[in-house]
């Protein structure tokens, strides 16, 4: 079996899974789920976000967080090894 990265290990999962509850995070008091689905969006956004601000892959980053949602968004964002582009409507 070939070795596979995080990053293509998660697409896998996206593909499988995009309804299924990746993360549960509490926020005003009560816990909201975030599907796998609706994490690639963000995991996407936020990347191409990053390399708009000129981050380039192979750099270093330094993340500062607490262990949530957010968190689990931008380590996925920074172990991306290609460049991403977030979807883009106009309506």
Known sequence: MPERT??????????KFPANIIIWEKRNGQYEGITYKEMRT?????AAGLM????????????IS???ADWLM????????????SPFQSR
């Open 6 to 15: 995080l990053p293509q290990l998660f697409e896998d999962s996206v593909k």
């Open 42 to 46: 963000r995991v996407h956004r936020f």
């Open 52 to 63: 708009s601000l000129g981050l380039k892959p192979g750099e270093r980053v330094a993340l």
């Open 66 to 68: 607490e262990g949530r």
């Open 74 to 85: 931008s380590e996925l964002a920074f172990s991306t090894p290609e460049p991403l582009t």
